[in-house]
């Protein structure tokens, strides 16, 4: 199918829609109840797992993005933190050419590892280390070591992403755990000694590296300080026409650098991005609908 009209944009024969998926296509469960109620509505199954729903997505957005995707011009890149056993467990993904996970650090092609992209990321990143004195490869193993020992954290509770520069290598990139409940309130004062001990050890650890940490939902991630989703933009060259979305605050170099790129930036109301960019007008799942509204506005005009 070939789009009808791009006479908006003579110079580019390619639409692309950067995103994110959580939170921002798609809803967990626990997401959809912290959300109003009102926007909540006509949502369909959308990722299963051992037999039963765990996400959702709304209709009409999926609708949308199943149209839009039928055009040669339309050029959908999921961005996402999750693994690659993760993402596809999205039924949509099967459809998408092209996906990036674990924070943009991995390309797949209908589920094929692009072992290339791999190897040019990972000899950016020990340049980019090497260059500044240490090697991030090593700290972060380092870090994952202290972390473990010290907070007598198990393999079983950390989720951890990999660099994969082809099938039989692996870096371990970062890695991130589900946050203690006490520390996303950041209720200093209701916090109990373990809880103290806990967050300072993390400070001091991370303080004797070049890598940060930080809360994002419910997990806490740990990665190197130049590790960010805009990296994804080495697969995709210079300038382009399309949008780029996306929630939490792992999404603002991608939006950043995306605008730069020649893409529109949008957020969902509900997310941690702020600042002067476009901002969907409802929350929560009902907030995927007007992302693809826009898409759909930008991609028809």
Not at 21 to 49: F, M, V
Not at 67 to 80: A, H, N
Not at 133 to 147: D, K, Q
Request: include cysteine; proline fraction near 4%.
């Amino acid at each position: 199918m070939t789009q009808k009209n791009m006479n908006a944009s003579p110079f580019y024969n390619d639409f692309y829609f950067i995103s994110d998926l959580d939170r921002t296509l798609i809803y967990s469960k626990r997401a959809i109840q912290e959300s109003d109620p009102k926007y909540c509505k006509n949502l369909i199954p959308i990722e299963y797992k051992d037999g039963r729903v765990i996400s959702y997505m709304n209709k009409d957005a999926y609708d949308k993005l199943q149209k839009l995707m039928q055009y040669e011009e339309f050029k959908f890149l999921p961005c996402t933190m999750r693994t690659l056993q993760q993402i596809q467990r999205i039924s949509f993904i099967k459809d998408v050419k092209y996906y990036f996970t674990d924070g943009g650090i991995n390309l797949y092609k209908k589920g094929t590892l692009c072992t290339s992209y791999g190897e040019r990321l990972l000899s950016l990143f020990h340049h980019y280390s090497y260059d500044n004195g240490y090697s991030w490869a090593e700290e972060i193993e380092e870090v994952y070591f202290e972390l473990t020992q010290k907070l007598g954290i198990s393999d079983l509770e950390i989720n951890r992403h990999f660099i994969l520069p082809d099938t039989t290598l692996e870096t371990l990139a970062f890695f991130d755990l589900r946050c203690p409940e006490i520390l996303l309130t950041n209720d200093t004062k209701n916090m109990t000694k373990e809880d103290m001990i806990t967050l300072e050890t993390v400070v001091d650890i991370l303080e004797t590296y070049h890598i940060n940490g930080c809360i994002s939902g419910r997990k806490f991630y740990v990665f190197p300080d130049f590790l960010q989703k805009n990296c994804i933009f080495a697969f995709t060259g210079g300038l382009l026409y399309g949008v780029v979305a996306g929630d939490s605050i792992f999404d603002i170099p991608l939006l950043s650098m995306g605008n730069e790129k020649g893409l529109i930036p949008i957020a969902p109301k509900h997310g941690e991005v702020s600042g002067n960019l476009p901002i969907t007008e409802r929350s929560g799942p009902a907030a995927a609908d007007d992302i693809l509204t826009f898409v759909e506005q930008k991609f028809y005009m």
